[in-house]
């Protein structure tokens, strides 16, 4: 197969400036290249394979749901312990751990509070004003507000920033050197644009796009992170290699048929792809994987032991498509 070629009509396809891809197993890499531009204004600036892309969504995966996966295999919290435990509110009593990481909590989607607050804490506050819209369990809604709570969560149970217990345990471990929160000044000149942002007054490059994970500061475990292709590739190899969870927690965290009313939504991933158009049947049915709405995508099977993953930059310089 010509990977190229596919990398190309992907970028075709979904309007995207640019895109770096990557095909791998868990003991090596196959594929590996860059097409397009990075950046299409203020200047036209080409994209590499070192581009540093915003991750969007990946961020649920790569960091919070491997974060709280891992401190729940050191005993330090269990996926069924109400969240009041961790943050006490009356109306997290009856959701659980496993709720958020499910989408089942029954918190909405989002609310558009990047406007009204300032840090993580008041990101909170405004959620606990909330109140379950089905009982949790009953129903899946994807819910960027859960998985806030879980970036929370976890700094709580780890007594460490979400950004600096990612780092320590999940990124430095693997060699993944262009991953993190809040991309240093350094590393702005090697980022992906994203959109020009209205609210911001800027095209956004190197700054998380997500206005609520702007606004909380960059880091959240809903967004914020940024990565390279290969710096992702390092993260498939670990996380099907068995060096970043023992292979009985990724068995756990993928099987299929964990909420009752959506079989295809395992722990923090996705599972069968077939079941959903957006991802096609191309891929293995033992596969999992997540998108992001940025453009990023990963899809890892288990099975063959092999990856995939697409980074693109749709969204800019704008969401707005002719």
């Not at 190229?4 to 290249?33: N, W």
């Not at 600096?164 to 693997?174: G, T």
Request: hydrophobic share 40%; proline share 7%; net charge neutral.
């Amino acid at each position: 197969m010509d990977f190229r070629s596919v990398l190309l009509k992907a970028v075709e396809t979904a309007s995207a400036p640019g895109a770096a891809a990557c095909i791998g197993t868990a003991g090596d890499i196959v594929f590996l290249d860059a097409v397009g531009r990075r950046q299409l204004v203020p200047a036209s600036l080409p994209a590499d394979k070192d581009t540093i892309y915003d991750l969007a969504s990946l961020t649920k995966v790569i960091a919070a749901t491997t974060a709280i996966m891992q401190l729940r295999d050191v005993g330090a919290l269990d996926l069924d312990q109400p969240v009041s435990e961790f943050v006490p509110v009356p109306a997290f009593q009856t959701m659980t751990l496993r709720h958020l990481l499910t989408h089942t909590s029954g918190l909405p989607a989002g609310r558009p509070w990047y406007r009204e607050v300032s840090s993580t804490n008041e990101m909170i506050q405004r959620i606990a004003t909330l109140r379950p819209g089905v009982p949790p369990g009953t129903r899946h809604l994807y819910s960027d507000l859960g998985f806030i709570l879980l970036g929370k969560i976890v700094e709580l149970a780890a007594a460490d920033a979400l950004d600096d217990y990612c780092h320590k345990y999940i990124f430095a471990p693997l060699g993944m050197t262009h991953t993190g929160f809040r991309p240093p000044e350094a590393w702005r000149a090697q980022c992906a644009a994203t959109e020009r942002c209205s609210w911001r007054n800027r095209v956004v490059v190197g700054e998380v796009h997500d206005e609520n994970a702007w606004a909380m500061g960059g880091v959240s475990g809903h967004a914020g992170l940024f990565s390279t292709a290969g710096d992702l590739a390092r993260f498939c190899q670990g996380l099907l290699s068995g060096r970043l969870l023992a292979p009985s927690t990724l068995d756990e965290m993928i099987r299929f048929g964990q909420t009752p009313s959506y079989p295809w939504q395992g722990l923090g991933w996705k599972v069968d792809p077939w079941m959903e158009s957006i991802e096609g049947c191309l891929p293995s049915r033992t596969a999992f994987g997540h998108t992001g709405w940025t453009g990023a995508s990963m899809w890892l099977d288990r099975a063959s032991g092999n990856y995939a993953l697409l980074l693109r930059n749709t969204c800019h310089p704008s969401r707005d498509k002719p």
